[in-house]
């Protein structure tokens, strides 16, 4: 396949223009994943998703459909309301957690006003998520990242504290978004930060804090 077929079928697979695609690539970045919207017509209720919600380590490799990827994003820290704030709560208001998708074919940081995901890393960096096994062949690894720069004022112990909460935060809403539609799902703490931090070119004032496997089960 050349080069422009090649750009073609990219585009045409992630719902790109051509030209976004072309770009993209040339610049080594996956294009722009655009989500469909959110179905949020689930009949679960809270009280099943609590009963259900549990660490799950075995998981189908399948892909898990774009619907899905995009309701769990929305699940996760989406926008759910008209002045921007988000499905989950941060300290000050200050949404510095930032949701990274990592899937087969390279690294997104999920744009929750745009609910879309943007490309940061062409590639398979699954393997890179974490140190346990079935990390590299699970469709989807999320990566809890805070971005510092956006906590103005905090004090560094206040700023590691609410991080960290607002992180889990988001772990707990994935918890029970997956409870609630059938996914397997794991929160880890065992992450190889300094190497992940490379992989997805991190700057010194983002911290990964924690990851989180999702996936059909097995
Ligand atoms: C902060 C945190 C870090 C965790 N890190 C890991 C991890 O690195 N690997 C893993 O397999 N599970 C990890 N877990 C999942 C716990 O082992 C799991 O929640 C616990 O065994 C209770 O099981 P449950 O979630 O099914 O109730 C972590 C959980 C939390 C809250």
Redesign the pocket.
């Known amino acids: 396949m050349n080069v422009s077929n090649a750009r073609r079928l990219l585009g045409a697979l992630l719902f790109v223009p051509p030209l976004v695609a072309a770009v993209a690539i040339a610049a080594g970045l996956p294009p722009a994943l655009e989500l469909p919207k959110p179905k949020l017509d689930s009949a679960a209720t809270l009280v099943s998703a609590l009963k259900a919600r549990?660490?799950a380590?075995e998981f189908s490799p399948a892909p898990l459909p774009l619907q899905a990827l995009s309701d769990l994003l929305w699940a996760a820290d989406g926008m759910n309301r008209d002045d921007g704030r988000r499905t989950a709560p941060s300290a000050k208001n200050w949404q510095e957690i930032d949701v990274y998708a990592v899937l087969r074919d390279g690294a997104y940081v999920y744009d929750a006003k745009a609910h879309a995901l943007r490309g940061v890393v062409a590639g398979d960096l699954r393997a890179a998520t974490g140190v346990?096994d079935f990390v590299a062949a699970a469709p989807l690894n999320l990566v809890y990242v805070a971005d510092f720069s956006r906590m103005s004022g905090a004090s560094s112990g206040d700023r590691d504290l609410y991080a960290a909460a607002d992180a889990a935060f988001v772990s707990q809403n994935v918890y029970l978004w997956c409870a609630a539609s059938g996914l397997s799902t794991?929160?880890?703490?065992?992450v190889d930060r300094p190497a992940l931090a490379k992989a997805l070119g991190l700057r010194p004032d983002q911290r990964i804090l924690?990851a989180q496997t999702v996936g059909m089960p097995k």
């Open positions: 549990k660490s380590r346990q794991v929160v880890r703490g065992s924690l």
